[in-house]
Every structure is written in C-alpha cells, then in structure tokens.
C-alpha cells in the first residue's frame, strides 16, 4: 500500500479558497471529480506545482511532476467542493492516512464554519 505525507501547499492553497468562499456545498463528488482529461488540460495551462495544489497527499517514493506524485484530490481544479473533502476524509481514514485524513477534516470544518454550518 502507498504512504503518504500531507502536501502544505494544498493545504494553504484550500485555506485560501475557502477563506475566498470559491467553494460548492452541494455536489455529487462522482460527477464532479476531476477525469484524466480535465487534469491533462489542466497540466496543458498550468504548472506541477499548480497541479499539486489541488491534491492533499504526496506519495511518497514518487517522483514529482508525475501524476502518480499526488492523491487526495478536493477540488475540480478551479473551486474546492465540500463532497470533494468528505471523499478525502473517507478514503485517508479508510486506509489509515492520519495525516491526510486529519488535514482533510480541518479543512472540511473551516470550510463548514465559513458557510455557516453547524
């Protein structure tokens, strides 16, 4: 199974989304996830580093610049989505990513704080 190490730009790139309120509430995580296409066409206009900053995990013994680098995706490269980091929560608990997991679930309530969530 893949380790994992948090990716501090994510996390501060989420932050600043969120504080920005350039997040969806509402979504189907499935329908909205970010295909291999969009990530292409993505990487087509934008750097590794922007790429990498829409992905909460960094596997580790992975090279950068390479797709297989990042996991945990939480957005669809142009706003986060609540659904988006309920999905990372999930899957780094399931898998036993603390640091993923916990990273993701703050994120997920300051993004729940700033929408008036209770």
Known sequence: MATYDVNPAAVTHARKLIDARQYVLDSDWGQVQP?????NAFLERHSWDDYAAWHL?????????TKARYAFVYGDLRRVHRSGLIACVYRASEWRHKAVELAAHDLLQ?????AGID
């Open 35 to 39: 295909r291999a296409e969009a990530e």
């Open 57 to 65: 995990g960094l596997t580790e013994g992975a090279s950068d610049g």
């Open 110 to 114: 300051r993004l729940d704080q700033m």
